[in-house]
């Protein structure tokens, strides 16, 4: 697991410059403080670097990156983890092949020159980003894994295409602008982003299960953009009916999660676990525990208010298990006070300081001595958890029941979700119009983001918000989502597609994933988003993920044995962390960093917000009148505010050209 960099000029004499490359991987050395390593290729205007975390292969010269295949034509930097790598590798072998190293890394290589991009793919299981050069086409492949669980950002300059691991690295070239766009800045606020995009001007991610191609001809560069796969989940008429043998679905989510997890015990270091109160990383632990026969070190977070604290199951599970249990508990002040530095890493906005959370614990590992956890991210995405989920089943998925039965059960899922009601859930219902062209409803899980327009827009200054008059953020994501893969879906298959798309991808995997572990040089393996595993669950009828009342049905009934009995009868947690609101220190804290980064003098230095219309957000907020849901939903929208200020800092107002030098000045690396 590490960081990877780059740039491919579009004049092959125009060499990168050897310590741009360097200052580009050192300004992400938490992403690998194991070491760097940097290659430019003579006569191609090609150049990467990277800086590694060693987890396979410790040894740090013979695994260092960017890797030259035996003909120098080929050049490969990667991040993340090829599972089933020593299988591929063995018969590469019987085929001829000849590896340097025991890093899993090598296989692109020769894979790549026996079958090609297109067929390496497919043999490709884990998490990961990779850029890979072939010489003897001029094309440089920019590759990120099928559900973005690994970052890849590019974005092309006056004299090329720069790309990176994290935003950080793009502009840590000095050919690179950094500055907000409009659409960019408009959809921190609201939280749900445009897939592929991000907050700044012309800098643009790799989509999940794509290649970004980059073709050379002629002192020319030409960026195309393929899928190689996709959440597909089966058509209606294709499920069988309401009577089938539900054991086949509960024995094969049991056999692939099992295989899922084995595949991602494999390290040369120690692995632990994620552990909260939730059946997915419950089942995480157990399967875990099972397989290695051994006390597994859990790492859980704990949280001041008895609402959002999950400690006494996840407790009760690692009693049950046998395991090395670390509880991080958590105040006010600690989720605040590490704000700032939480937004420099997850380079973009946070409506919860669950990322806080997740950045402080990921750093409490890394203290421990442990560089690899299993976590339970993309159980819900797959098993239809949310309670977003459950609403759609209920309103567009359950035609044969009578409108008064739904009816109850889309009332008890309101007052059981009642806390999560201004931010998981919509305070009222909002309608897309693009979404209900697209898809023929607006999805419950983007409405509460979509519904933020009407709060958002007013809080954009003047000259920015001018540009904003007819763009429609709805339209926008909805434009972005294949149509075969909606058409002749289900109602919850088309609700799971969306989330996959939008919120996996641009929250969960980002700033509650990736992002805030790898700030501390902390490797999560989320096991369920194993495309094996992934393939078969998308074959399971909708109504065996959700049973009457019940999500996640079949992944519930397949860890039945493992599970304390509290949590195999309890109804999904969205976990996240106590709002402002309901904690009068953690207000003031906010007001706190309020008074540096939305000061008059701030917002109006920025040129992002306006400064009265911040103002009567936060007076608003304060306000004794104003309900509690509507709360939740401000104080998402002032964590935003605070974020897109803190960007601004970060990124716009900082040299981080000179930042990235000093960084790699401090540490020693050079070229």
Not at 224 to 245: A, I, L, T
Not at 331 to 343: G, S
Not at 384 to 405: Q, T, V
Request: glycine share 8%; charged share 25%.
């Amino acid at each position: 697991m590490c960081g990877i960099a780059g740039i491919f000029n579009r004049d092959a004499s125009q060499a990168p410059q050897a310590q741009t490359l360097v200052n580009m991987a050192a300004i992400m050395h938490h992403r690998g403080p194991d070491g760097f390593g940097y290659h430019v290729m003579p006569n191609t205007g090609v150049g990467f670097s990277h800086a590694r975390l060693s987890i396979i292969d410790l040894n740090e010269d013979r695994a260092r990156q960017p890797f030259l295949n035996k003909n120098g034509n080929l050049l490969l930097a990667h991040n993340g983890e090829f599972y089933d790598f020593k299988r591929i590798r063995a018969d590469l072998t019987a085929q001829g092949a000849r590896f340097h190293s025991k890093s899993d890394s090598e296989i692109v290589l020769h894979l790549f020159e026996r079958v090609g991009l297109e067929r390496t793919l497919t043999e490709l299981r884990g998490e990961f980003a990779f850029a890979l050069y072939d010489q003897t086409d001029d094309a440089m492949y920019l590759v990120r894994d099928r559900f973005g669980i690994k970052p890849l950002y590019y974005v092309e300059t006056d004299q090329g295409v720069v790309f990176g691991s994290e935003l950080k690295v793009l502009f840590a070239h000095p050919s690179v602008k950094r500055e907000f766009s409009s659409e960019g800045l408009y959809h921190q606020l609201i939280q749900v982003m445009v897939p592929g995009s991000t907050a700044f001007a012309g800098v643009k991610q790799v989509a999940p299960g794509h290649v970004v191609k980059i073709q050379r001809q002629n002192g020319k560069l030409t960026l195309s953009e393929d899928k190689y796969w996709d959440v597909n989940f089966p058509q209606v008429h294709e499920y069988p009916g309401d009577d089938v043998d539900e054991t086949q679905y509960i024995e094969g989510v049991r056999k692939h999660l099992l295989e899922a997890v084995q595949h991602r015990l494999t390290a040369d270091v120690p692995v632990g676990c994620y552990l909260s109160g939730g059946i997915d990383s419950c089942a995480i632990l157990g399967l875990s525990a099972a397989a290695t026969q051994t006390s597994v070190k859990a790492f859980t977070i704990g949280f001041d208010s008895n609402e959002y604290d999950e400690t006494p199951i996840a407790q009760e599970m690692a009693e049950a298990t046998g395991a090395d249990h670390h509880i991080m508990r958590l105040n006010a002040d600690d989720l605040y006070d590490h704000f700032v530095k939480t937004i420099w890493h997850t380079e973009r906005t946070i409506y919860n300081t669950l990322g806080v959370a997740k950045y402080l614990m990921s750093q409490q590992v890394n203290q421990v001595g442990y560089k690899v956890v299993l976590t339970g991210e993309g159980s819900d995405e797959l098993f239809a958890g949310y309670p977003a989920f459950r609403k759609d089943m209920f309103l567009h998925g359950l035609d044969h029941l009578p409108d008064s039965e739904r009816k109850a059960w889309q009332e008890l899922l309101e007052k059981n979700n009642k806390l999560f009601k201004g931010a998981m859930l919509a305070r009222e219902e909002f309608v897309s119009p693009a979404f209900n062209a697209k898809m023929g409803f607006t999805p419950s899980c983007v409405q509460p983001w979509l519904s933020c327009g009407d709060i958002a827009l007013p809080l954009i200054a003047e000259k920015r918000r001018e540009k904003l008059t007819d763009y429609d953020a709805g339209k926008a994501i909805a434009e972005t989502l294949d149509e075969t893969m909606l058409k002749g879906r289900h109602p919850l298959d088309r609700a799971q597609y969306v989330w996959i798309k939008t919120m996996l991808e641009g929250q969960i995997l980002t700033w509650g994933g990736d992002r805030v572990d790898m700030a501390n040089s902390m490797e999560a393996r989320p096991a369920f988003l194993d495309h094996h595993l992934a393939e078969y669950a998308f074959t399971v009828p909708p109504h065996l993920r959700i049973k009457g009342n019940k999500e996640k049905y079949v992944l519930r009934e397949a860890m039945k044995g493992l599970l304390p009995e509290t949590l195999y009868k309890r109804e999904k947690f969205a976990f996240m962390a106590p709002p402002a609101h309901t904690d009068p220190k953690k207000w003031q804290a906010v007001l706190k960093l309020a008074e540096q980064f939305l000061s008059k003098e701030a917002v109006e230095e920025a040129g992002l917000l306006d400064f009265d219309a911040v103002q009567t957000t936060f007076a608003r907020h304060e306000s004794d009148t104003v309900s509690i849901d509507e709360k939740v939903q401000l104080d998402a929208v002032i964590n935003h505010m605070l974020g897109v200020q803190i960007l601004h800092h970060h990124f716009v107002k900082t040299d981080v050209p000179q930042l990235a030098q000093q960084r790699a000045n401090e540490l020693g690396w050079h070229a």
